[in-house]
């Protein structure tokens, strides 16, 4: 497992830590459920630049009615 220094969660802050010019040599990834049992799980890998269109484009993709950014403590579950 990598730790990950809080201090650098924030994409501006890493970026100026490993002296990036901006965000457009950065991603994140965010893991998403399913709001209803069985609870599936998705990661979004995602451009520092590019907002996560959650609602309607990750939605449609997997298939769910609803959908919710995974807690931290789930997200720790699933990437262990």
């Known amino acids: ?11 501006a802050r890493f970026c100026e830590a490993l002296r990036l010019p901006d965000g457009r ?17 998705a990661p ?16 449609k993709l997997m298939g769910v009615p609803r959908l919710s950014f995974a807690t931290a403590e789930e997200t720790m579950a699933i990437t262990a």
Not at 1 to 11: E, K, Q, S
Not at 31 to 40: A, C, D, F, L, W
Not at 44 to 59: E, G, I, Q, S
């Open 44 to 59: 979004c890998v995602v451009k520092a630049t590019t907002r996560l269109d959650v609602n309607h484009a990750v939605r």
């Open 25 to 41: 040599q950065s991603a994140n990834t965010i893991i998403v459920g399913s709001k209803k049992e069985p609870r599936q799980y």
């Open 1 to 11: 497992m990598v730790r990950i220094d809080p201090a650098y969660a924030d994409t």
